[in-house]
């Protein structure tokens, strides 16, 4: 299977834990996404990478999410001291990100699904 | 402030039907759009983009029409299929596939 993959696919924290999710693009793909998705509304973006460059980052919710992509290849998000509001479905998509080019859809992973209890 | 739209939370069609869903926009920097389709416990899958160069994109069944005067693209399926049944998301972006925005979604559901 050459799709994006994340792990874990669930997780069930308590309030204050700090978790961490995978993401493995498709791996000719250069660029990284991170979006995040509540009950009934589209994904929400949060950070992008270019390689191993973070490139965007404005979008993260708050300094308790960080993100990394260290070879430019996986990448984690990390939330620290979660909180309720946190729960929801973390995304992660990649896309070739030639320079110049339209062809710039971003292929999704399936999600890792938070609940904070 | 909802920067890319989708009035219908949800749209029921015959099969064998056209289904149209529509989805509006308010920034005019947007260049690129795009049209996914999610299945529950999936994540979102991409079926047709266009860009602002364009007023119309076809691929196979699916059919995207941009207005850019009004802001305004829309998704055609013809015919309509069972399998068709999915949460439809609209994305814009305005430096060609960096950042998207997505729309809340329209929920198709094709009746055979």
């Known amino acids: 299977d050459t799709g994006v993959s994340q792990d874990p696919r669930h997780k069930i924290t308590k309030r204050g834990q700090n978790v961490t999710f995978r993401c493995d693009p498709i791996s000719e793909h250069n660029r990284l996404y991170w979006y995040r998705q509540t009950l009934g509304q589209g994904p929400e973006f949060l950070t992008y990478f270019q390689n191993e460059a973070q490139l965007e980052k404005s979008r993260l919710l708050s300094d308790r999410f960080s993100a990394e992509r260290p070879k430019g290849s996986f990448s984690t998000l990390e939330i620290q001291r979660t909180e309720q509001g946190d729960s929801a479905m973390y995304l992660c998509?990649?896309?070739?990100?030639?320079?110049?080019?339209?062809?710039?859809?971003?292929?999704f992973g399936p999600g890792t699904r938070l609940t904070v209890l | 402030d909802q920067q890319v739209k989708q009035n219908s939370p949800s749209l029921s069609v015959q099969e064998g039907r056209i289904s149209i869903l529509n989805c509006d926009y308010t920034n005019s920097m947007f260049d690129y759009f795009l049209w996914y389709k999610k299945y529950p416990a999936e994540g979102p899958t991409f079926l047709i983009s266009?860009?602002?160069?364009?007023d119309k994109n076809e691929d196979g069944r699916f059919t995207v029409f941009l207005n850019k005067s009004a802001k305004h693209l829309s998704l055609h399926i013809v015919p309509s299929q069972p399998g068709d049944s999915a949460v439809y998301f609209c994305?814009?972006?305005?430096?060609?596939?960096?950042?998207?925005?997505f729309g809340p979604g329209t929920r198709l559901s094709v009746l055979p």
């Open positions: 994305a814009a972006s305005a430096n060609y596939g960096q950042n998207f925005v």
């Open positions: 998509a990649s896309s070739l990100g030639r320079r110049g080019s339209s062809y710039n859809e971003q292929f």
């Open positions: 266009i860009s602002s160069i364009k």
